[in-house]
């Protein structure tokens, strides 16, 4: 069967436009969910956290957005520019005894036209 | 060097072969973390250290896959009889303590299984 996994849903944006990233998360328990950014032959980097108690957190020219009741992730991006161009992971966090331990989401490729 | 550090960068197996990729992770930083990233796909867990002590080993695919880090700093992930679907990228992350999530990943070595 076709591997779900070898086609990263894409988003095209204009320079300057916002960008919506979506996110589906599974498990209700996690404590908290980090967005990263992943550049081409690079590992992933942190954008941005937010605790499970929180619908909502700002950063630099980034938001994220939590809705607990449909365990529905958002990273909008304002302003978008070239350089922002990667592919973005929510990440979901399961709290164990001795570590924080990440769970990536599978991934959305942004593509920022010039 | 400021940042976590992975070697080589790009491996080429022939099925069968044993390999060992190496992470130089962030000088003093207490947690160390694998995880393997097949093409287009989020990274997956593989294993954690906190220091020396390998806490969780429970995503490592099977008993090919090992890994070591003997003196709480640098860590090696060795698998051995390389199969075709070991074929990923292999990242390493590193991090000041084990509840920190902000953790700095190294760019990752390309395996490539033949």
């Known amino acids: 069967g076709e591997s779900v996994g070898l086609h990263l849903p894409t988003l095209s944006v204009q320079e300057g436009d916002n960008s919506i990233i979506n996110c589906a998360y599974s498990?209700?328990?996690?404590?908290?969910f980090i967005w990263y950014k992943q550049e081409s032959g690079k590992g992933p980097q942190f954008i941005i956290d937010?605790?499970?108690?929180?619908d909502k957190r700002q950063g630099q020219r980034v938001t994220v957005l939590l809705n607990k009741t449909v365990k529905h992730l958002s990273l909008q991006i304002a302003a978008t520019q070239p350089g922002d161009s990667a592919v973005y992971f929510c990440a979901e966090i399961e709290v164990k005894t001795s570590y924080d331990k990440v769970i990536f989401g599978p991934g959305t490729s942004l593509s920022v036209i010039p | 060097g400021a940042g976590v550090s992975q070697s080589p960068r790009y491996k080429v197996a022939k099925r069968g072969q044993d390999v060992a990729l190496r992470c130089d992770p962030i000088?003093?930083?207490?947690?160390l973390f694998w995880y393997q990233q097949a093409l287009g796909q989020g990274p997956e867990f593989l294993t954690y250290?906190?220091?020396?002590?390998?806490?969780?080993k429970s995503g490592l695919p099977s008993d090919r896959f090992f890994a070591e880090r003997p003196e709480g700093s640098v860590s090696t992930l060795k698998i051995q009889r390389t199969q075709q679907e070991d074929s990923a990228v292999y990242l390493c992350?590193?991090?000041?303590?084990?509840?920190?999530?902000?953790?700095?990943f190294g760019q990752g070595t390309r395996l490539t299984v033949v």
């Open positions: 992350a590193s991090s000041p303590s084990p509840r920190n999530t902000e953790a700095f």
């Open positions: 937010i605790r499970s108690n929180m």
């Open positions: 498990n209700s328990a996690s404590d908290y």
């Open positions: 250290f906190q220091n020396e002590a390998q806490l969780d």
């Open positions: 000088s003093g930083h207490v947690s």
